[in-house]
């Protein structure tokens, strides 16, 4: 789906997910050590590069990493890096619309997002897939910086034949800002064998949690305990202050591009 597009997902989403994980055709393996493997890939129209992640949890059953993956009460205990996080609204039992605020590693400042969600089990295969979109009222934050997910995704697998689950984990996503994009892929690869960590010692410690916290509280897996109240189609834009940085970032986009134009002919010139 594209960014700022808010609908129910369809088969070919998640499709289009499985394919990323498992063709690696393109991808150029930067990290590999005890089960975790990560590599990255080039994406047109972009300087920042897609990331993907796979690993295998020989001692977690895909069940438990699924419902780690979607319970917001523990990742707050887990999520070293979550400021906030809610719902805004559910499209159907399985997407809904939230806001995400993120603390960042140093030199990149705190990020938030706006992001439809959209979910999947199909028993043997478990999908969880994001990308940024719009609310009217939840325009960017003082003291944050909007960032925009292209699109974020798990799958989470189980094989008759080996013990525990398999993670594939995917994330095409620009930080905004004024950072260079070396230095922002350079972080994000450094992130993605971490989250895998955090993750497998989250999922570890999640069976003892939930037992003292609401245990019977799973509304990815029973809809009726679904609360949030159905997204407003005409609410799903952006803001009027967002529109207004929009004009503003063009402009400046615009004018700088004019000047490289001009500098470049100049160049030209006097060869």
């Known amino acids: 789906m594209e960014v700022g597009q808010v609908k129910v997902a369809e088969d070919k989403d998640f499709e289009n997910l499985k ?10 393996l930067d990290y590999s050590k005890n089960n975790i493997h990560v590599w990255t890939k080039n994406v047109s129209n972009t300087n920042f590069k897609m990331v993907k992640v796979k690993a295998v949890f020989a001692d977690i059953n895909p069940e438990q990493l699924y ?9 707050k205990v887990w999520d070293q890096h979550m400021i906030e996080a809610k719902d805004i609204g559910c499209l159907n039992p399985n997407n809904d619309v939230g806001y995400y605020s ?9 990020r938030d997002f706006v992001l439809q969600r959209s979910w999947l089990d199909l028993g ?24 925009t997910s292209y699109l974020t995704g798990y799958l989470v697998r189980s094989y008759p034949d080996i013990p525990g ?13 004024t950072l260079p994009p070396w230095l ?20 570890l410690g999640y ?6 916290h609401n245990p019977h509280w799973k509304p990815w897996h029973y809809p009726e305990q679904i609360l949030s109240p159905r997204i407003k189609m005409h609410e799903c834009v952006r803001s009027p202050a967002e529109l207004e940085y929009k004009s503003e970032a063009d402009a400046k986009l615009e004018a700088a591009l004019v000047k490289h134009k001009k500098s470049k002919m100049k160049k030209e010139k006097n060869k």
């Open 19 to 28: 394919l990323l994980v498992d063709n690696h055709s393109g991808w150029k």
């Open 67 to 75: 419902d780690v993956l979607h319970d917001p009460e523990y990742r």
């Open 102 to 110: 993120m603390s960042c590693p140093k030199p990149l400042g705190n």
């Open 124 to 147: 043997n295969e478990k999908y969880i897939l994001n990308h940024s979109v719009y609310h009217c009222q939840h325009p960017p934050r003082q003291g944050f910086i909007r960032a």
């Open 165 to 177: 689950c398999e993670l594939g984990y995917i994330s095409q996503t620009d930080p905004q800002g």
């Open 184 to 203: 922002v892929n350079r972080v994000t690869q450094i992130f993605g064998p971490k989250l895998i960590k955090d993750l497998q010692k989250a999922s």
């Open 207 to 212: 069976l003892g949690w939930k037992a003292k």
